[in-house]
Every structure is written in structure tokens, then in C-alpha cells.
Nanobody, 115 residues
Framework: QVQLVESGGGSVQPGGSLRLSCAAS????????MAWYRQAPGKQRDLVARVFSDNSAEYLNSVHGRFTISRDNAKNTLYLQMDSLKPEDTAVYYC?????????WGQGTQVTVSS
């Protein structure tokens, strides 16, 4: 079992920044891939970014160049730095990983971008 706890969400104006954190209950060095997803009201949950054990990363096209995903193995924490935020980034953001055949999700953190 792995527990994931997100933090760092909130309300921000367009063009602003937020940094999301996801603290894991186990050493994250063992997880090959960790990811952030988001779900806006009435829409499906989409993959935003994922980071691999070698620290390479992939991004949703619409966030590429604005968001940065990173992992700190020493702190067992996954991050998502979000810059130049837009209203369309408004959603609940979830931390995710797959380990030993099971999928784990955090409880989600709300990000609202509005003027």
C-alpha cells in the first residue's frame, strides 16, 4: 500500500504560479513512473505530466513549457511547478503512480485560475 497526499493548490490570477506537492508514504526511488493528472468539472481525468526514474519527463501539449514535473527521492515527494497559469488549467489535480500491479491516487488538490 502507498499513501499519496497532495498539497499546494489554491486560487490564482491568470499568469500566476503555483507549486503542487505530493508526499508518498514509501521511498519513491522504487517507482519507475510518477504522474500528475487533472480533472475539470464534467470532463475526464487527463494526464498532465509524468516523470521517470531517470528524471526524464513527458507533458500534455497544452502545458508544455509552462509546467515542470520533478521528483525528490530524498524527500519522497513529487512536485508540479505551474507557471503562466490560464483559466483552462482550473481543475482538481491528482498525484498518481502504478506499483506492483496496483494504481494509487492522492485525494486531489483544487487549482482555480480566475481573474
Amino acid at each position: 500500500q502507498v499513501q499519496l497526499v497532495e498539497s499546494g493548490g489554491g486560487s490564482v490570477q491568470p499568469g500566476g504560479s503555483l507549486r503542487l506537492s505530493c508526499a508518498a508514504s514509501k521511498n519513491i526511488f522504487r517507482f519507475d513512473i510518477m504522474a500528475w493528472y487533472r480533472q475539470a468539472p464534467g470532463k475526464q481525468r487527463d494526464l498532465v505530466a509524468r516523470v521517470f526514474s531517470d528524471n526524464s519527463a513527458e507533458y500534455l501539449n497544452s502545458v508544455h513549457g509552462r509546467f515542470t514535473i520533478s521528483r525528490d527521492n530524498a524527500k519522497n515527494t513529487l512536485y508540479l511547478q505551474m507557471d503562466s497559469l490560464k483559466p483552462e488549467d482550473t481543475a482538481v489535480y491528482y498525484c498518481n503512480l502504478v506499483w506492483m500491479g496496483s494504481t494509487y491516487w492522492g485525494q486531489g488538490t483544487q487549482v482555480t485560475v480566475s481573474s
